[in-house]
Each structure stands twice: as C-alpha cells, then as structure tokens.
Nanobody, 124 residues
Framework: QVQLVESGGGLVQAGASLRLSCAAS????????MGWFRQAPGKQREFVAA????????SYADSVKGRFTISRDNAENTVYLQMNNLKPEDTAVYYC?????????????????WGQGTQVTVSS
C-alpha cells in the first residue's frame, strides 16, 4: 500500500499562486496514475486533475483548466499541482490520490489510495 503525504497548502489572496506537492512512499510510484481532488466545506469531494504513469497524459476539471497544472517527477516519487490565478471558490482541502492502471491513462475516477489532505484558502 502506498502512502501519500501532501504539502504546500496555505492562505493566499485571489490571483495568487500555490504549488502543492505529494510525496509517495514505496517503490511503485512509477506504476501509479496520480490525481488531485478537493473538498470544500459542505460539498462532495471533486476531481481536480490527473496525470498518467509516464506523465505524458493529463486531465483536468473544467473549473481549473488553464489555471492548474499537474506534473510528476518519478525519480523523486512526487506529484505536483501548480495552481495559478487562484479564486475564492478554489478554497478546499486538497487530496492527493493514486491508483495502479495497466495503461498510460489519466482518468478522473477509480483512485484507491489517498493522502490526508492539505488546506488551501483563497481570500477575496
């Protein structure tokens, strides 16, 4: 079972940028499809972005397209979420997630391993 630890959250003003990191333990990171999800107070957890095992394929929620970028460094067992032009509606707890797929694909669901989350708060 892989362990995932997020970092990089914080309190920023609208329009600012943050980069979240998710460090994975174990030797299976390069086999994992990775994703970021978020959950705002009173709302269900929602998909944000995903990256394939190789890093060659990505997918995004419509609400973050053009502002957020997901990437990974398989040598460092880390996945990143660069968040630019943050908006108050991006305020949420952000979770890193992973799953093993046999294809180099970046789906929005099916993730089974989760981190503990990191808080992102965007003030207006």
């Amino acid at each position: 079972q892989v362990q995932l630890v997020e970092s990089g959250g914080g309190l920023v003003q609208a329009g600012a940028s943050l980069r979240l990191s998710c460090a994975a333990s174990g030797r299976t990171f390069s086999r994992l499809t990775m994703g970021w999800f978020r959950q705002a107070p009173g709302k269900q957890r929602e998909f944000v972005a995903a990256v394939s095992r190789s890093g060659g394929r990505t997918s995004y929620a419509d609400s973050v397209k053009g502002r957020f970028t997901i990437s990974r460094d398989n040598a460092e067992n880390t996945v990143y979420l660069q968040m630019n032009n943050l908006k108050p509606e991006d305020t949420a707890v952000y979770y890193c997630a992973g799953q093993i797929l046999n294809t180099d694909y970046a789906p929005s669901g099916g993730f089974g391993s989760w981190g503990q989350g990191t808080q992102v708060t965007v003030s207006s």
